[in-house]
């Protein structure tokens, strides 16, 4: 079975950077599109960016600029760059992934988040 475990989140200061690590494991599959999101008590899921595999992205309109996200097929992994960081994106961050597993097909994988904080 396929296992998704975020990583790299922790306490920052505002205007500081982290990055965030998205890793599969597990065997004969291959990660296609890969999302981050966020979510805080109360609030909905929020979309921070979404990448495919081949690598065109998009982002939250209000993140641009200041998130990134990038990938290493190779690894299995998908990276969330934050940049910049307020108080309000404190979080718990997610990652989402349409995994392909050889002979089942496609599902659609959470990891258990990590949580970021900004704060000073």
């Known amino acids: 079975q396929v296992q998704l475990v975020e990583s790299g989140g922790g306490l920052v200061q505002p205007g500081g950077s982290l990055r965030l690590s998205c890793a599969a494991s597990g065997s004969d599959f291959r990660m296609n599109t890969v999302g981050w999101y966020r979510q805080t008590p109360g609030n909905q899921r929020e979309l921070v960016a979404i990448i495919t595999r081949a690598g065109p992205a998009d982002y939250a309109d209000s993140l641009k600029g200041r998130f990134s996200i990038s990938r290493d097929n190779a690894k299995n992994t ?42 000073s």
């Open 78 to 119: 998908v990276y969330l760059q934050m940049n910049n960081l307020k108080a309000e994106d404190t979080a718990v961050y997610s990652c989402n992934a349409d995994i392909e597993v050889m002979g089942r097909g496609v599902a659609d994988y959470w990891g258990q988040g990590t949580q970021v904080t900004v704060s």
